[in-house]
Nanobody, 121 residues
Framework: QVQLVESGGGLVQAGGSLRLSCAASGSIFSIGIMHWYRQAPGNQRELVASITSGVNTNYADSVKGRFTISRDNAKNTVYLQMNSLKPEDTAVYYC???????????????WGQGTQVTVSL
């Protein structure tokens, strides 16, 4: 079994910062690409940022220059540093990872439970 557990969400004023963490645990052989998604009420879930095992990164246009994704492979953890937060960043943030539990024979997608980020004016 594999679990992803997010932390670090909360309430912050516009212009502030938060750092989200997502730790993977369980019978993990290897972790491939890791993502952060978000979903605001009434909206579809959208991809915010991605990081490969080779630490190549990609960002949604709406967060470029403000958010930074990183990972610590020794800790099986992905982070999202969010600066200059705006009210429109308010959403539930989810981490997602592609993980192999069987020496690379197969890879599956796992999701965390989500963490709420609320940005007030």
């Amino acid at each position: 079994q594999v679990q992803l557990v997010e932390s670090g969400g909360g309430l912050v004023q516009a212009g502030g910062s938060l750092r989200l963490s997502c730790a993977a645990s369980g019978s993990i052989f290897s972790i491939g690409i890791m993502h952060w998604y978000r979903q605001a009420p009434g909206n579809q879930r959208e991809l915010v940022a991605s990081i490969t095992s080779g630490v190549n990164t990609n960002y949604a246009d709406s967060v470029k220059g403000r958010f930074t994704i990183s990972r610590d492979n020794a800790k099986n953890t992905v982070y999202l540093q969010m600066n200059s937060l705006k009210p429109e960043d308010t959403a539930v943030y989810y981490c997602n990872a592609i993980i192999s539990t069987n020496r690379g024979y197969s890879w599956n997608s796992y999701w965390g439970q989500g963490t709420q980020v609320t940005v007030s004016l």
